[in-house]
């Protein structure tokens, strides 16, 4: 099993291979889609980063941005 420092890099990775899907299909621009992080999660843009997220902000991310995929018709590659 991962040590949880390791488990929280993975997830970290795991989020931003999805969340980095939106501004990389030009859903948003990259700036609007972590204006969008901010917003959704209550953040300031100072804190809207993937880095700094625990694993569960993490998986939060995760299905918000799989909702926005969905909605907009991107098929979601495997992510590992």
Request: aromatic share 12%; glycine share 2%.
């Amino acid at each position: 099993a991962l040590s949880s420092a390791a488990s929280d890099v993975y997830k970290r990775q795991q989020a931003h291979r999805v969340f980095d899907q939106i501004w990389l299909n030009h859903i948003f621009t990259k700036s609007e889609a972590y204006r969008w992080i901010a917003d959704k999660f209550c953040l300031t843009a100072k804190e809207a980063h993937i880095g700094e997220f625990s694993t569960y902000m993490c998986d939060q991310l995760i299905l918000e941005s799989m909702k926005i995929l969905e909605n907009n018709h991107i098929p979601l590659r495997a992510i590992g």
